[in-house]
């Protein structure tokens, strides 16, 4: 079984990921169209994403395309909350590609849970309850 190796994979083992696009791989797919409550639409792209996590750590190439491909969605990220935040009149903090990075994770971490179990994660209107809340809580320090 592939998943139990520990050495780089072949070429025809790499075969199925060429397919993503250049630097944008399925990340970026991932990122665009695939909303925290929408997993279940884009079902086979979710999966397709999750899958391409083991082979990448015994390839070089796909780990570096995926990589690439975090690098321009957390870009993206940025660029559009940057946007946002001076059209409503507000200073875009320093950190922002640290927070476009920790929200890149938490929905990576609910679309892991929810290929577990479905009904399991929060909604996005919960996690962005949660997210409010661990803000509440750090800003007591």
Partial sequence: MILLRDEPLD??????????????????????????????EVRSSVHACVETYAPALRSDELRERMAAGYATVRESAVQLATKAMQDGGMPAPENLAAIASVLMAVCDGLMLQ????????????????????????????
């Fill in 11 to 40: 070429q025809a083992e790499l075969e199925p990921f060429r397919s993503l696009k250049s630097e944008r791989t399925l990340l970026d797919f991932h990122a665009r169209h695939a909303a925290i409550d929408s997993f279940d």
């Fill in 114 to 141: 929810w290929i577990a179990d479905p009904d399991g994660p929060p909604k996005a209107a919960e996690t962005l309850d949660a997210l409010a809340a661990i803000g509440s809580l750090t800003s007591m320090r």
